[in-house]
């Protein structure tokens, strides 16, 4: 019914930037809140940035004037541009999205994950 489809990760040195997008596909009535996530190696998923379907914008402190989240609506894509990359952002990046399907039904979906690799 509904895929979301993450890219962009990749391996970067420390300092360096990347943007991961997220598509969602699939019967889709309503996007509402947009968001990506992380889990690195033996810890929770946590909750990096997210955006409301008015725009408004919360971020973990962790990435705080690093990390900005964006939305096309008409594209059905959010972007989680990083920049000032540190080892400690290493994880793999999940998008998350409320969605409302044909059926009027809302749901949330995940996407599969990307992986984000930062070398000091």
């Known amino acids: 019914q509904v895929q979301l489809v993450e890219s962009g990760g990749g391996l970067v040195q420390a300092g360096g930037s990347l943007r991961l997008s997220c598509v969602a596909s699939?019967?889709?009535?309503?996007?509402?809140?947009m968001g990506w996530y992380r889990q690195a190696p033996g810890l929770q998923r946590e909750l990096v940035a997210s955006i409301t379907s008015g725009g408004g914008t919360e971020y973990a402190d962790s990435v705080k004037g690093r990390f900005t989240i964006s939305r096309d609506n008409a594209k059905r894509t959010v972007y989680l541009q990083m920049e000032s990359l540190k080892p400690e952002d290493t994880a793999v990046y999940y998008c998350?999205?409320?969605?409302?399907?044909?059926?009027?039904?809302?749901?949330?979906?995940w996407g599969q994950g990307t992986q984000v690799t930062v070398s000091s």
């Open positions: 998350k999205c409320r969605i409302t399907i044909f059926t009027r039904q809302q749901n949330t979906y």
């Open positions: 699939g019967s889709i009535v309503n996007i509402g809140s």
